[in-house]
């Protein structure tokens, strides 16, 4: 988790974004399949109150690493509970946090009888789903991101063991502008169980309660 996601926003999510964010071009070059090393949308603070939402490579590049080498690990996830003391994300997370706004992200969760099942998971009412994530600028100017996941909430457990660290919208401030202690705490706790839909590949909802 989370190595496929979307940005086909709805009217509602192009309103909420431009809400929170601004009006930054959350209608540009919507897509139902987002995969590592493809461009994503982040968003970031600029300035004292502003934001910027540029796009950036899905897979963060660190700085002490090529992309070469990054080829050989997985890098567009990074795990919260251990993000600070890591040697690859820990600087971006003391100085570079960020958000990832998605309209939908996939898992394939296994059945107990070894089969895998195509899911879409996303909010019933149409709005963007936030997730915490990390960014980078490299000496060539390339900027990258990842996103940061955390444990399922219960609702989700059935589906994956790590879903995105998803954000609401009063833990925006403490993930992108507070200390890191008090970023982490907003990442782990700000979502609830009960606000995301998982429909499957046959698109039949099942809605999580």
């Not at 910027?52 to 490579?57: K, L």
């Amino acid at each position: 988790m989370c190595g496929r996601a979307e940005d086909l926003f709805t009217p509602k999510a192009v309103a909420a974004l431009t809400r929170l964010f601004g009006p930054l071009g959350w209608e540009v070059a919507p897509r139902d399949e987002i995969r590592p090393t493809d461009q994503i949308r982040l968003i970031r603070p600029a300035g004292e109150e502003g934001y910027e939402a540029p796009f950036a490579r899905w897979g963060l590049l660190p700085e002490q690493m090529d992309a070469a080498a990054v080829k050989k690990y997985s890098l567009f996830n990074a795990r919260l509970e251990s993000v600070e003391r890591s040697k690859v994300f820990g600087p971006a997370f003391r100085t570079r946090r960020c958000i990832v706004p998605l309209s939908a992200f996939a898992e394939w969760p296994v059945a107990a009888d070894g089969t895998k099942s195509n899911v879409r998971i996303a909010r019933p009412d149409g709005l963007p789903l936030l997730a915490a994530g990390l960014w980078n600028r490299s000496e060539d100017g390339v900027e990258s991101c990842t996103v940061v996941t955390r444990a399922p909430t219960a609702d989700l457990e059935a589906v994956h063991g790590r879903m995105p660290a998803l954000l609401l919208t009063a833990d925006l401030p403490a993930w992108l502008r507070a200390s890191p202690a008090e970023a982490r705490r907003a990442a782990a706790a700000s979502w609830k169980p009960g606000l995301l839909t998982v429909t499957s590949a046959e698109r039949s909802a099942t809605h999580l309660t």
